[in-house]
């Protein structure tokens, strides 16, 4: 097994052919991706990213690889690790340097271990473990992997812990046959009802800008036939057979908005309304159609958000600017502007070309994935309409099944995006530490069951 390449020593397109065989392929995985990572300077060895990806090779064919980092501390990883790594340091232990297998600064689940088969996963695993004993490394970490990677892992003897994400599906609640599909005026809604006689306008092309409501008016944190996508998004079909009987998506956002609880619905309308009572109105741009002027706009309001909160970016320019070059089909940026001048940005990736999203409607599930956002300037509830309900619009306009907010905040509840149980996967070489760790992570694998119940609870959907 090869333990020591550097992305740029995999040919791409080998590395790609296994990843559209995995399970959940996501755009994170792609060879263009983790070698923008790379190149740019992001996640290298001088930033604590030292690249190994471990590749088993079968004559020519690569049967099974895996994007493998050597850690020199736990940023940018989102399952933390800090509390292992001071009770190694109260001992006279060192935890750092550590083995790492996931997407740096990404925490989407997906495919990790890219295998042809479970035999090729095993045994990938198994030799990644080896490379970790034999450089005496203090432990290994597989993040946010899918079902054949924890299952790889379980079979291994590494620990799960589960985290909580917030997960937005585009499934509307049934209507009753007696329900029209309209809305009648607010405070008399008919459960699970569409919008309002007129409320529907002809889809906007992708070059128009699409504007908040004025005030008074009502609202408007990514083949062939049965052949999965490339990168991700479940095949032609594979979205319909997983709903719940009766079920449908939903026909806009005011659609959206009526299968809510009043007072989140009321929540809403009211943080769309200060946005758009601000005077900002916003533009989308996808795929190709995102200038060079607006990714240099967006990275601009990236950084300042970071260094705001005391910390220099993760990404640099030159990740975004390899991004617009090799995968553009991946992206869509939402970009607010106050009389004409841009404020503020927000992008998602879409696990397949938005742009054939537009088509007939299921012919290709797509999910759509919250990504990094930043401002210039502050406005009240503008992160929430640049980073929820522009993107939920979006992807109800677009078909898209599923938009995944990201790691933590409760507050997404609000915006009816709903509790996600992530996992990973975790070996540590001391006997004793490990031991401790098993019994913290049973203990705490209790309390994400009962928040995961508790979250449950809260529901912003109307009932009954």
């Given amino acids: 097994m090869q333990t020591d390449a ?34 740019s300077g992001s996640a290298v060895a001088k930033t604590g990213w030292a690249p190994r990806f471990a590749c088993l090779w079968d004559g020519d064919e690569l049967a099974a690889a895996c994007p493998l980092y050597v850690k020199s501390h736990s940023y940018g990883e989102y399952v933390f690790d800090w509390a292992w790594a001071r009770a190694y340091q109260e001992h006279g232990l060192a935890y750092y340097p550590k083995a790492l297998i996931a997407v740096p600064f990404t925490p989407v689940p997906g495919s990790r271990l890219l295998a042809r088969d479970a035999a090729a996963r095993t045994a990938l695993l198994q030799a990644v473990l080896g490379w970790c ?13 899918d079902a054949a990677d924890l299952a790889a892992c379980d079979a291994a003897g590494l620990m799960r812990r589960g985290q909580v994400q917030f997960h937005w599906k585009n499934l509307a609640p049934p209507r009753s046959a007696a329900s029209p599909a309209a809305l009648p005026p607010e405070g008399a809604r008919p459960p699970w009802g ?29 083949p062939g036939s049965g052949a999965r996508p490339p990168w991700g998004g479940p095949a032609a079909g594979d979205l319909a057979g997983h709903e719940p009987d009766g079920s449908r998506r939903f026909a806009s956002f005011d659609d959206f908005l009526a299968s809510l609880s009043q007072d989140k619905r009321k929540k809403i309308r009211q943080e769309r309304r200060r946005v758009a009572e601000a005077g900002v109105r916003f533009r ?49 940026m939402f970009i607010a502007e106050h009389e004409g001048t841009p404020i503020a940005a927000s992008l998602i990736a879409v696990s397949g070309d938005p742009a054939r999203a537009a088509g007939p409607k299921h012919s290709e599930p797509l999910v759509a994935y919250g990504r990094y956002w930043g401002a210039l300037a502050r406005v009240d509830r503008l992160h929430f309409e640049a980073c929820y309900y522009q993107p939920i619009d979006w992807c109800i306009r677009h078909g898209v099944a599923r938009f995944e907010g990201g790691a933590q905040g409760e507050h997404k509840m609000a915006r009816a995006l709903m509790p996600v149980k992530t996992e990973s996967a975790h070996w540590l070489a001391h006997p004793a530490f490990a031991d401790a760790v098993e019994r913290f992570l049973a203990a705490e694998g209790e309390g994400v069951e009962g928040y995961l119940e508790h979250l449950a609870e809260r529901s912003p959907f109307r009932q009954g």
């Fill in 284 to 332: 989308v741009a996808q795929g190709a159609d995102i200038s060079a002027e607006d990714w240099a706009f967006f990275y601009r309001c990236y950084e300042r958000t970071y260094l705001e909160h005391g910390n220099p970016p993760y990404l640099k320019p030159a990740f975004f600017a390899a991004m617009a070059r090799a995968m553009p089909e991946h992206w869509v």
């Fill in 6 to 39: 550097q992305p740029a020593d995999v040919p791409a397109a080998t590395w790609d052919a296994l990843l559209a065989q995995q399970a959940e392929p996501t755009p994170f995985m792609r060879h263009a991706y983790l070698a923008a990572l790379h190149a």
């Fill in 194 to 222: 569409g919008p309002a006689a007129g409320d529907l306008v002809p889809p906007r092309s992708v070059a128009s800008p699409v504007a908040l409501p004025r005030t008074g008016e009502g609202p408007p944190d990514m």
């Fill in 133 to 145: 004993r034999e450089h005496q490394l203090s432990s290994l970490h597989l993040l946010f992997g």
